[in-house]
């Protein structure tokens, strides 16, 4: 045990710079995805409430679409990692070519759903009409920039594998850049322009129609496609790719390889669908208990989210370091660098829990101005530091797994943990209350049930890590070469 921690000491002091190194720029290019979301949403706020219902029950449908893509694709990064750590540079343009085919299979399906699929769904949902026409024609738009996204995220996961994390935040800040003005043109028209800016711009620009959701799906798909484009542009002629020479000569489809890339990645897209709907059907629950517990409950849970942005992206960092120790046949090495990585995540997580702890009360006084709003909230702040711990632990161990590309035991461990124990056992606190002899404990149980899923999670997934660490570096278990 001593040795075991002295080999882990010298890992971490190894180790930590790089996998931060990588770490950074992930986490910049998701919270520039998210500010996508934020915009939307402050823009349409700004026109009118029928526009921002609009556009809020339509990122219900299209972000959990995009995100098991994401996810799916995702598959990708620890194949290319391998790869790469053990010098098989001529194995990783194949692969790419189909994870770009998977991608263009996926958008072009997740385009299909979105045009013709959503309004039953509404209809199902009793979302009211003139809600359900706007985000019917929000989702037409985005529906377009389905394939450019998919194309981005492919060449992102590309990217990352060869250890190259700052293009998909540069390019992720240009789509940023990109969203902002065209969504005020577009939503606002040449009339909200022309209040900005003046009358002095030509006539035409003032004759631009306020299309409002309708505007801001176009506005999301250009820049989804700009994205695309973009890292295409990169990858083909950036340098820092050395051999790799990605755009040479298109692959066509190798059926084996597609159903590799499937089999390690659509667990990973499911893992991450189950935990999106997780959270939207909590508050689809929560709903129940009135606006100021929905109020305080989205409050908390936004503002735990954007620190979550560290974890997440330490673990996608931590998936490229573990693959590519394999990839070099140092299986001991890659034990230690997965568990170097959860202190990490475990320190991370302390940190996020104190940054809570120092800046609750006026973070949540900048959301809301309502005094019980804010009261229940901070009342939720003790919990959401317990949770950001749990949290931490099981999305690292989760990444660490990935580079072993233990993809499927994760989305069982998490089906078993969000659902069940999280969201079942949220519900039983919060609505029944514990053993039928106490209170219900509202928005607190289902708080305190997602912190009970999280911890399950993060016990089963840290056994997983231990047993499949352990067989791999003693030769019992061979992972598969590319």
Known sequence: MAQFASHLLAASRRETRPLIHLALPICGAQLAQAGMSVVDVMMTGRLSATDL?????????????????????????????????????????????????????????????????VMPIFRLMGVPGEVASGAAAYLSAVAFGMPGVALFQALRAFSDGVNHTRPALWISLIGLGVNIPSNFVLIHGGAGLSGLLGTWLPGWIQALPALGALGCGIATALSMWVMGLAMSAYTHKSPVYGDIDLWRTPTPPRWRLIGELLYVGVPIGVAIFVEVTLFTLIALFI???????????????????????????????????????????????????????????????????????????????????????????????????????????????????????????????????????????????????????????????YWIGLIAGLTVAALLLGERLRRIGKAVTDGRLELPRD
Do not use: C
Not at 78 to 98: D, E, K, S, Y
């Open 53 to 117: 219902a609009a556009v809020s029950v339509g990122s219900s449908l299209w972000l959990p679409l995009m995100l098991f893509m994401t996810g799916t694709l995702m598959g990708l990064t620890p194949t290319v990692a391998q790869l790469l750590g053990g010098g098989r540079l001529a194995g990783i343009r194949p692969n790419v070519h189909q994870a770009l085919w998977v991608a263009l299979g996926l958008g072009i399906a997740a385009a299909g759903l979105l045009w013709y699929s």
């Open 287 to 445: 709903a129940s208990l009135g606006e100021v517990t929905v109020a305080a409950h989205q409050v908390a849970l936004n503002y735990t989210s954007i620190l979550f942005m560290l974890p997440l992206s330490l673990s996608m960092a931590l998936t490229v370091r573990v693959s590519n120790t394999l990839g070099q046949g140092r299986p001991e090495f890659a034990r230690l660098v997965a568990w170097n990585g959860i202190v990490i995540a475990l320190l991370v997580a302390g940190l996020n829990s104190l940054l809570l702890w120092l800046t609750a009360e006026p973070v949540i006084a900048l959301y809301t101005h309502d005094t019980a709003v804010q009261r229940l909230a901070l009342s939720l702040v003790i919990l959401a530091m317990i949770f950001q711990v749990s949290d931490s632990l099981q999305v690292n161990l989760a990444g660490a797994l990935r580079g072993y590309k233990d993809t499927r035991v994760i989305m069982l461990i998490t089906l078993v943990a969000y659902w069940l124990v999280g969201l079942g056992g949220g519900h039983w606190l919060g609505i029944r209350g514990p053993f039928g002899w106490t209170e219900p404990l509202g928005v607190h149980g």
